[in-house]
């Protein structure tokens, strides 16, 4: 049995993160300069590396920017390890250790893996937003998360 984990990046993971986020998408990676986004979200502890057995196979960006709800800003697997259901339980994981009721992300209309992985993992569609990217709109998941003492 696969033991999925998540722990809080540091700084000496960068290189690490970085090249998962390069291998995904070069030209995205030095246009939208996700190397200092990476850099920052590290520094401000909300970078964690998910890891299957003790091994790093990707990262995932969370934080409370989006109207002060848990937010998934980016997730990241590396290749050989996607449909393997490490997506779906890197978000369970994601969603117990948010202070808040609710759980939010997004993603391009185009990134079937994406949705399938936010479904699966009992998000549910929240709305789409035109005009980000031409011609693919950005879907919004959220999920509601059971027994938080706080009420958002
Ligand atoms: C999106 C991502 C994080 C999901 O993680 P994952 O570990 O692959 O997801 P899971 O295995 O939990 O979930 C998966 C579903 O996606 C399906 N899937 C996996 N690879 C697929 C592919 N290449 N095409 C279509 N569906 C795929 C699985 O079969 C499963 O569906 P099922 O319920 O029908 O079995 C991961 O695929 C990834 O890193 N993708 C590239 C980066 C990315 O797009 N990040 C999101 C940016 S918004």
């Given at each position: 049995?696969?033991?999925?984990?998540?722990?809080?990046?540091?700084?000496?993971?960068?290189?690490?993160?970085?090249?998962?986020?390069?291998?995904?998408?070069?030209?995205?990676?030095?246009?939208?300069?996700?190397?200092?986004?990476?850099?920052?979200?590290?520094?401000d502890?909300e970078?964690?590396?998910?890891?299957?057995?003790?091994?790093?196979?990707?990262?995932?960006?969370?934080?409370y920017?989006?109207?002060?709800?848990?937010?998934?800003?980016?997730?990241?697997?590396?290749?050989?390890?996607?449909?393997?259901?490490?997506?779906?339980?890197?978000?369970?994981?994601?969603?117990?250790?948010?202070?808040?009721?609710?759980?939010?992300?997004?993603?391009?209309?185009?990134?079937?893996?994406?949705?399938?992985?936010?479904?699966?993992?009992g998000?549910?569609?929240?709305?789409?937003?035109?005009?980000?990217?031409d011609?693919?709109?950005?879907?919004?998941?959220?999920?509601?998360?059971?027994?938080?003492?706080?009420?958002?």
């Open positions: 049995m696969e033991n999925i984990s998540l722990r809080k990046a540091t700084i000496k993971d960068k290189a690490l993160v970085v090249d998962f986020d390069y291998s995904l998408d070069k030209v995205e990676h030095i246009e939208l300069k996700r190397e200092e986004k990476i850099t920052k979200a590290i520094l502890k970078c964690f590396i998910i890891l299957v057995n003790n091994r790093a196979v990707g990262f995932v960006i969370f934080d920017r989006f109207f002060d709800q848990g937010w998934i800003e980016l997730i990241i697997i590396e290749e050989k390890y996607r449909g393997k259901g490490i997506g779906g339980q890197a978000f369970d994981l994601i969603c117990k250790q948010c202070k808040t009721n609710k759980v939010f992300t997004s993603t391009n209309s185009s990134n079937i893996q994406m949705q399938k992985a936010l479904s699966k993992a998000f549910s569609f929240a709305g789409k937003i035109n005009g980000l990217d011609g693919d709109p950005e879907l919004f998941y959220y999920k509601k998360i059971k027994s938080k003492k706080a009420k958002n």
